[in-house]
């Protein structure tokens, strides 16, 4: 089972274009087009999990959430459906003189993905978010032939907030569909319905993300950051000193599912910056603002530091998995991760 995510907000003009274009007259491309927040990204995977739903209601956004190829879909597993990890991108592009082939290798991983046939009979679709911010002219160059002629059913989605910051050469492969500000009154009441923000919060949030749901998302985020120092202090006292049981974050009995996945996901990112700067140095970190704190974390592990970040790294992984795939509770897989990482001490 996968959590459902809330239903999509705004965009009316969008839906309406997708719904009267209906699913067998897609065109093999499309360029989401808008500001930040406006819904791009949660859309392009709707429409791909819909695309691939076994008993879809409607169409574009009718998925059935529970098919085997939703729940698959829904949990970032999918064999039809590659997102490309855009961060993972920038990363490797900003180290790319040193490693040029890194990036190109997650290219050619596209295009030979693309190429073949459906893992699970449905339409393969590989979604491209923030397809702007790569700044590597290889990548959309290598992509290009890909995006012009990708094969029957096969479909590209491409987010980017500028469509003028999109090489032409690509653009016109592409059909544009823009995406507006979203309202007030919808982002507050998305808020209200499915993010647990009282009223009067929801609508401050909302006047202050200008029309961006993923803005007044952030700014409520802003009071999870507790939760995510925690996170990060946690999983760096379990690398430099596993021998020693460090103190548990205090999740307390009861922490909702919300909480354990940003702890996890931070935790995933803490573990994954250390091993990468054990590698490649600081040019590829995630969160450039700790590196003094990685780097403290690295000297302490000395040349044990890149295995036992790796390991740290798959049971976090481990424990995103059971997250997301069984109902224990948050307070079972935090002791169970702890565990794990305490085994650490060994390597
Ligand atoms: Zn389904």
């Not at 969008?14 to 009267?20: D, G, H, I, K």
């Not at 900003?94 to 890194?102: G, V």
């Not at 103190?247 to 803490?270: C, H, N, S, Y």
């Amino acid at each position: 089972m996968a959590d459902l995510p809330p239903p999509f907000v705004g965009q009316r003009h969008v839906v309406e274009y997708f719904a009267r274009l209906g699913p067998e007259r897609l065109s093999q491309a499309y360029l989401l087009h808008g500001p930040r927040g406006t819904g791009k990204l949660t859309f392009a995977r709707m429409l791909a999990w819909t695309l691939n739903c076994e008993r879809p209601t409607s169409f574009p956004l009718g998925f059935c959430g529970v098919c085997g190829p939703c729940v698959r879909g829904l949990n970032g597993s999918s064999g039809d459906i590659l997102e490309i990890d855009v961060e993972f991108i920038q990363a490797t592009a900003s180290t790319e003189r040193k490693t040029d082939k890194l990036g190109m290798d997650q290219v050619r991983a596209i295009i030979e993905r693309m190429q073949l046939k459906s893992f699970e009979g449905g339409r393969p679709i590989c979604i491209i978010p923030g397809f702007d911010t790569i700044t590597t002219e290889f990548v959309p160059n290598v992509l290009l032939k890909q995006i012009e002629e990708p094969g029957p059913q096969k479909l590209f989605l491409l987010t980017v907030e500028r469509e003028d910051a999109v090489l032409p050469t690509i653009r016109s492969r592409c059909t544009s569909i823009r995406f507006d500000r979203l309202t007030e009154s919808d982002i507050t009441r998305q808020l209200t319905a499915y993010y647990g923000i009282a009223d009067e919060q929801a609508t401050t949030f909302a006047r202050r993300s200008l029309g961006s749901l993923g803005d007044a998302l952030a700014e409520r985020e802003g009071a999870t950051s507790d939760i995510r120092e925690a996170a990060r202090s946690w999983v760096l006292a379990c690398l430099t000193r596993p021998d020693r049981l460090p103190e548990m974050v205090d999740f307390g009995k009861d922490a909702p599912r919300e909480v354990l996945d940003e702890t996890l996901r931070q935790a995933r990112i803490t573990a994954r910056d250390v091993m990468v700067r054990s590698i490649s140095g600081d040019d590829a970190l995630f969160d450039i603002a700790q590196r003094e704190r990685y780097a403290r974390a690295q000297s302490a592990m000395g040349e044990s530091a890149t295995v036992r970040t790796a390991k740290a790294l798959g049971f976090i992984d481990e424990a995103i998995l059971m997250a997301h795939d069984t109902y224990a509770a948050p307070a079972t897989i935090y002791g169970w991760l702890q565990v794990q990482l305490r085994s650490l001490a060994a390597s």
